[in-house]
């Protein structure tokens, strides 16, 4: 079991910045993936960016270039800078974290962090 608690949510600028910050109740050294979902008002979730034990990243596409996460295994937190905010980019942000193994795949996810980016 994990938990995961968002922080760093807000109102923002176009243009400005925000980090949002995932902490998580236990170490995150060996889950799987972690990063982050959003959901834009009266729109599906869409995946933003996540992070392997490996070291590989992903981001979405509307994101890619403004935004970076990151993950800090000594402090068990996860990280969404968001850079060049727009108002497209409002949505309420989930955490999450995925461990699977061979027979099993489980899924974690926070409460979400809104996230308002006025134009």
């Known amino acids: 079991q994990v938990q995961l608690m968002e922080s760093g949510g807000g109102l923002v600028q176009t243009g400005g910045s925000l980090r949002l910050s995932c902490a998580a109740s236990?170490?995150?050294?060996?889950?799987?993936?972690m990063g982050w979902y959003r959901q834009p008002p009266g729109k599906q979730r869409e995946l933003v960016a996540n992070s392997t034990t490996g070291g590989t990243t992903n981001y979405a596409d509307s994101v890619k270039g403004r935004f970076t996460i990151s993950r800090d295994n000594t402090k068990n937190t996860v990280y969404l800078q968001m850079n060049s905010l727009k108002p497209e980019d409002t949505a309420v942000y989930y955490c999450?974290?995925?461990?699977?193994?061979?027979?099993?795949?489980?899924?974690?996810w926070g409460q979400g962090t809104q996230v308002t980016v006025s134009s």
């Open positions: 236990r170490s995150i050294f060996s889950i799987n993936v």
């Open positions: 999450y974290a995925l461990t699977y193994g061979r027979s099993y795949s489980v899924d974690y």
